[in-house]
């Protein structure tokens, strides 16, 4: 058993001074996605609020308040939410048709359609009250911010 906590500490160290002997540019294999600084801004925004929905989702699954759940996601991510940020809700009518979805390369913008769509399935899960379904589409939407932050950069 010692043996095997050593060997183990052995490999991580080994990898840890593998990964600091690279170079730190080499690390970053996202592809950079250039948009102008308005539309960046719309998208940035659009994420910090990507994160309260889901942190508010989470929150009321943990009060077994499904049904709420399910509205604040559709608002949140869901299909629902699609256009608020296109830079055409009318907060300054000068940004309009700025918005970051026409920047997006097609893979980069079929991650965001995906997590729309799987937001809304999200919200028909939990509006059934069905608590695994619920759990088990609200992985596929945390997925689609995966694969897109993995894949994907803005700066
Ligand atoms: C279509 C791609 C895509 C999807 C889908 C996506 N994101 Fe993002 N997100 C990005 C990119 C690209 C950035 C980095 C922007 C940059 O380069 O500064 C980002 C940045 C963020 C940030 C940091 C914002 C800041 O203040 O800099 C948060 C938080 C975030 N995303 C949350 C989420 C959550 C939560 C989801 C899923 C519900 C999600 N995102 C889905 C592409 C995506």
């Known amino acids: 058993m010692r043996n095997a906590i050593r060997q183990w500490f052995r490999v991580l160290i080994g990898v840890a001074a593998l990964a600091s ?3 730190a540019a080499a ?3 996202r592809q950079l996605v250039t948009m102008p600084a308005a539309a960046r801004e719309i998208m940035r925004q659009a994420m910090i609020e990507n994160l309260g929905t889901l942190n508010g989702v989470l929150g009321l699954l943990a009060e077994d308040r499904l049904k709420e759940a399910g509205e604040l996601a559709e608002s949140g991510f869901g299909m629902s939410s699609m256009g608020r940020h296109m830079g055409m809700n009318g907060m300054d009518v000068g940004m309009r048709g ?3 979805g026409r920047y997006m390369p097609e893979g980069m913008h079929n991650l965001a359609m995906a997590m729309h769509s799987t937001g809304s399935d999200f919200a028909r899960a939990a509006a059934s009250g069905d608590r695994a379904a619920a759990m088990k589409a609200l992985q596929a939407v945390t997925a689609n911010c995966f694969a897109c932050h993995s894949s994907y950069r803005t700066r």
């Open 98 to 100: 700025m918005g970051p």
């Open 27 to 29: 690390e970053d294999a």
């Open 21 to 23: 002997a690279l170079p």
